[in-house]
């Protein structure tokens, strides 16, 4: 049975930092790439961060790059986020999915339709 569980979210102050996980099971884990997608009300679900499955490559999103990264423990079948200087438009849902895209690196133009397992996302509330 594939499972893949966030967690780590919660409601932080502006600056303020979380660290995001990701729990895969019921799959090759090394097999995939994973990325991280959020979305807040009323808005489509954007592509954050990526890793490739070898850890070759990773991307970020322009609004996040400098505070936020993105890494994986292949022994742990793990992947984390880890936030920092968090802002109130970093509020939303985020969610971890894995693509098993042959191509060796990810990227954050990949179709969210081709990611093939999807966890159940983990709220993150910047607020003061």
């Known amino acids: 049975q594939v499972k893949f569980v966030e967690s780590g979210g919660g409601l932080v102050q502006p600056g303020g930092s979380l660290r995001l996980s990701c729990a895969a099971s019921?799959?090759?884990?090394?097999?995939?790439?994973i990325a991280w997608f959020r979305q807040a009300p009323g808005k489509e679900r954007e592509v954050v961060s990526c890793?490739?499955?070898?850890?070759?490559?990773?991307n970020y999103l322009d609004s996040v790059k400098g505070r936020f990264t993105i890494s994986r423990d292949v022994a742990k079948n793990m992947v984390y986020l880890q936030m920092t200087d968090l802002k109130p438009e970093d509020t939303a849902v985020y969610y971890c999915?894995?693509?098993?895209?042959?191509?060796?690196?990810?990227?954050?133009?990949?179709?969210?339709?081709?990611?093939?397992?999807w966890g159940q996302g983990t709220q993150v509330t910047v607020s003061s």
């Open positions: 019921g799959f090759t884990f090394n097999y995939y790439h």
């Open positions: 890793i490739s499955r070898r850890t070759i490559s990773t």
């Open positions: 999915a894995a693509d098993r895209d042959p191509y060796p690196v990810c990227t954050l133009i990949r179709a969210k339709g081709l990611y093939e397992y």
